[in-house]
Nanobody
Framework: QVQLVESGGGSVQAGGSLRLSCAASGRTFSSYFMGWFRQGPGKEREFVAGISGAGGFRLHPDSVNGRFTISRDNLENTVYLQMNSLKPEDTAVYYC????????????????WGQGTQVTVSS
C-alpha cells in the first residue's frame, strides 16, 4: 500500500514553468513505477509522464515531450514533474500514480492515485 500526495500546482501565464511534487509513503518507493496523468475540463484523464523505479527509463507522450520532464528521488520518496513552456491547453488537474507492475501509459496499469493538484495556465 502506498499513499500519494501531490503539491506544487497553481496558476501561471503561458510560457511559464511549474514543478509538481508527489510525496509517497511506504518503505519500498524504489520498487514502484511512477506516473503523472492529467485531466482537463471535460476531457479524459491522460498520461503525461512515467519513470521506472530506479529512474533509468522515462516515458513522455509527444504532446509534452521536450517541455515536461519526470524525475524521482528515491531517498526522499518523491517524484517530480518539471513543466516548462506551459500552454493554456495544459490546464488540468494533475495526478500522481504508482504501480508495482511494469507501468506505462495506460491508466489501468496503475494501482494507487493521489488526490490531484490543479494547474491553470492563462494566455
Amino acid at each position: 500500500q502506498v499513499q500519494l500526495v501531490e503539491s506544487g500546482g497553481g496558476s501561471v501565464q503561458a510560457g511559464g514553468s511549474l514543478r509538481l511534487s508527489c510525496a509517497a509513503s511506504g518503505r519500498t518507493f524504489s520498487s514502484y513505477f511512477m506516473g503523472w496523468f492529467r485531466q482537463g475540463p471535460g476531457k479524459e484523464r491522460e498520461f503525461v509522464a512515467g519513470i521506472s523505479g530506479a529512474g533509468g527509463f522515462r516515458l513522455h507522450p509527444d504532446s509534452v515531450n521536450g517541455r515536461f520532464t519526470i524525475s524521482r528521488d528515491n531517498l526522499e520518496n518523491t517524484v517530480y514533474l518539471q513543466m516548462n513552456s506551459l500552454k493554456p491547453e495544459d490546464t488540468a488537474v494533475y495526478y500522481c500514480a504508482a504501480t508495482y507492475g511494469s507501468g506505462g501509459s495506460r491508466r489501468s496499469s496503475y494501482d494507487y492515485w493521489g488526490q490531484g493538484t490543479q494547474v491553470t495556465v492563462s494566455s
